[in-house]
Protein backbone atom coordinates (compact mmCIF):
# COMPACT_ATOMS: atom_id res chain seq x y z
CA UNK A 1 0.00 0.00 0.00
CA UNK A 2 1.74 3.68 -1.02
CA UNK A 3 1.37 6.22 1.52
CA UNK A 4 -0.50 9.06 1.23
CA UNK A 5 1.62 11.97 0.94
CA UNK A 6 -0.02 15.52 2.12
CA UNK A 7 1.44 19.08 2.37
CA UNK A 8 0.72 21.36 4.93
CA UNK A 9 0.09 25.36 4.41
CA UNK A 10 0.36 26.94 7.81
CA UNK A 11 2.46 25.90 10.55
CA UNK A 12 1.15 27.83 13.85
CA UNK A 13 -0.46 26.05 16.69
CA UNK A 14 -2.95 23.86 14.14
CA UNK A 15 -0.19 22.77 11.18
CA UNK A 16 2.42 22.32 14.29
CA UNK A 17 0.26 20.43 16.06
CA UNK A 18 -0.51 17.90 13.12
CA UNK A 19 3.09 17.49 12.61
CA UNK A 20 3.47 16.38 15.77
CA UNK A 21 0.42 13.96 15.52
CA UNK A 22 1.57 12.69 12.19
CA UNK A 23 5.35 12.68 13.22
CA UNK A 24 4.86 10.67 16.62
CA UNK A 25 5.95 7.51 16.81
CA UNK A 26 4.14 7.00 20.28
CA UNK A 27 1.11 6.04 20.71
CA UNK A 28 0.23 5.94 17.00
CA UNK A 29 -2.55 4.76 15.12
CA UNK A 30 -1.24 2.44 12.54
CA UNK A 31 -3.17 4.35 9.38
CA UNK A 32 -1.00 7.06 10.77
CA UNK A 33 2.14 5.05 9.27
CA UNK A 34 0.07 5.26 6.20
CA UNK A 35 0.61 9.33 6.18
CA UNK A 36 3.68 11.37 5.12
CA UNK A 37 4.36 14.94 5.13
CA UNK A 38 6.51 15.55 2.23
CA UNK A 39 6.17 19.58 2.40
CA UNK A 40 4.92 22.72 4.59
CA UNK A 41 4.87 26.01 3.63
CA UNK A 42 5.27 28.95 6.47
CA UNK A 43 5.30 32.38 6.10
CA UNK A 44 9.13 32.58 7.41
CA UNK A 45 11.65 29.57 6.70
CA UNK A 46 14.10 30.89 9.23
CA UNK A 47 11.33 31.70 11.97
CA UNK A 48 12.61 30.06 15.41
CA UNK A 49 9.74 26.88 15.63
CA UNK A 50 10.83 25.45 19.07
CA UNK A 51 9.96 21.99 16.95
CA UNK A 52 12.20 18.79 16.20
CA UNK A 53 11.82 19.59 12.29
CA UNK A 54 13.61 18.56 9.06
CA UNK A 55 14.14 21.69 7.43
CA UNK A 56 13.99 20.43 3.96
CA UNK A 57 10.37 20.21 4.43
CA UNK A 58 9.78 23.89 4.76
CA UNK A 59 9.40 26.22 1.69
CA UNK A 60 7.51 29.87 1.90
CA UNK A 61 5.67 29.30 -1.62
CA UNK A 62 2.31 27.20 -0.93
CA UNK A 63 1.56 26.83 -4.66
CA UNK A 64 4.91 24.18 -4.76
CA UNK A 65 2.78 21.99 -2.42
CA UNK A 66 -0.44 22.26 -5.36
CA UNK A 67 2.13 21.99 -8.32
CA UNK A 68 4.06 19.45 -6.31
CA UNK A 69 2.22 16.20 -8.54
CA UNK A 70 3.79 13.66 -5.31
CA UNK A 71 1.30 15.50 -2.67
CA UNK A 72 -2.42 13.88 -2.51
CA UNK A 73 -3.65 16.00 0.05
CA UNK A 74 -3.56 19.35 1.03
CA UNK A 75 -4.00 20.80 4.59
CA UNK A 76 -5.05 24.11 4.83
CA UNK A 77 -4.42 25.44 7.91
CA UNK A 78 -2.60 29.03 7.56
CA UNK A 79 -6.06 31.33 8.36
CA UNK A 80 -7.13 33.99 6.79
CA UNK A 81 -9.53 34.04 3.82
CA UNK A 82 -9.12 35.36 0.53
CA UNK A 83 -5.59 33.87 -0.28
CA UNK A 84 -7.11 30.60 1.32
CA UNK A 85 -10.10 30.40 -0.75
CA UNK A 86 -7.31 31.14 -3.66
CA UNK A 87 -4.96 28.21 -2.31
CA UNK A 88 -7.80 25.91 -1.89
CA UNK A 89 -9.76 26.44 -5.31
CA UNK A 90 -5.82 25.81 -6.91
CA UNK A 91 -5.17 22.75 -4.86
CA UNK A 92 -9.19 21.35 -5.67
CA UNK A 93 -8.51 22.07 -9.44
CA UNK A 94 -5.21 20.64 -9.35
CA UNK A 95 -6.67 17.00 -8.57
CA UNK A 96 -5.93 17.23 -4.92
CA UNK A 97 -8.20 16.76 -1.82
CA UNK A 98 -8.18 19.81 0.92
CA UNK A 99 -8.67 19.48 4.64
CA UNK A 100 -9.19 22.28 6.32
CA UNK A 101 -10.03 23.99 9.20
CA UNK A 102 -10.34 27.37 8.28
CA UNK A 103 -14.31 28.05 9.24
CA UNK A 104 -13.85 31.79 7.75
CA UNK A 105 -13.02 30.20 4.39
CA UNK A 106 -15.82 27.84 4.70
CA UNK A 107 -18.34 30.47 5.87
CA UNK A 108 -17.99 32.75 3.09
CA UNK A 109 -16.77 30.29 -0.06
CA UNK A 110 -18.02 27.16 1.19
CA UNK A 111 -20.65 26.58 -1.78
CA UNK A 112 -18.40 27.91 -3.99
CA UNK A 113 -15.55 25.32 -2.54
CA UNK A 114 -17.43 22.33 -2.23
CA UNK A 115 -18.91 22.71 -6.09
CA UNK A 116 -15.53 22.73 -7.21
CA UNK A 117 -14.25 19.99 -5.19
CA UNK A 118 -17.71 18.17 -6.76
CA UNK A 119 -17.29 19.21 -10.17
CA UNK A 120 -13.03 18.08 -9.52
CA UNK A 121 -14.40 14.52 -8.32
CA UNK A 122 -12.13 15.46 -5.14
CA UNK A 123 -12.85 15.71 -1.61
CA UNK A 124 -13.11 18.90 1.06
CA UNK A 125 -13.08 17.97 4.58
CA UNK A 126 -13.64 20.59 7.40
CA UNK A 127 -13.08 20.21 10.72
CA UNK A 128 -13.48 23.24 13.71
CA UNK A 129 -14.49 23.56 17.01
Given amino acids: MT ?3 IGIIGFGTVGSGIYKILSSEVD ?3 ILREIEIVKIAVKDINKERGIDLDTNLLTDDPFKLINDPSIDVIVEVM ?3 DL ?3 IILKAIKSGKSVVTANKAVIARYG ?3 YETASKEGVYILSEAA
Wanted: one cysteine or more; charged letters at 40%; aromatic letters at 0%.
Fill in 3 to 5: KCK
Fill in 79 to 81: GGV
Fill in 84 to 86: ARE
Fill in 111 to 113: EEI
Fill in 28 to 30: SHP
